[in-house]
């Protein structure tokens, strides 16, 4: 198994800048793949952005493409997400995943580990 804790969220204002990090430990080679994914009050959990093992590959979302990175250290075992430039519509419980190989990275069934989530809340 792989235990995953977030941290990094808080209230920020529009257009500020957040970094939130994903710590796993326990079976980490089962963490090729590991994404963010948030929720808001009354929504499905909506895919944010993944990467591979290496880093060599990234998806993101359309809603957060150009103003959200995402990296890992794995010497740390720690997965990064930048959120630049953000917006009201960016409010929500953000959680990371850990999926293995081979699978579909923005979809939620595809991961097996979750953290608890950390709340990011955006302020006008």
């Known amino acids: 198994q792989v235990q995953l804790v977030e941290s990094g969220g808080g209230l920020v204002q529009a257009g500020d800048s957040l970094r939130l990090s994903c710590a796993a430990s326990?079976?980490?080679?089962?963490?090729?793949?590991m994404g963010w994914f948030r929720q808001a009050p009354g929504k499905e959990r909506e895919f944010v952005a993944a990467i591979s093992w290496s880093g060599g590959s990234t998806y993101f979302s359309d809603s957060v493409k150009g103003r959200f990175t995402i990296s890992r250290d794995n010497a740390k075992n720690t997965m990064y997400l930048q959120m630049n430039s953000l917006k009201p519509e960016d409010t929500a419980v953000y959680y990371c995943a850990a999926a293995n190989a081979g699978v579909v990275v923005t979809t939620v069934g595809s991961y097996h580990s979750w953290g608890q989530g950390t709340q990011v809340t955006v302020s006008t």
């Open positions: 326990g079976r980490t080679s089962n963490t090729y793949f």
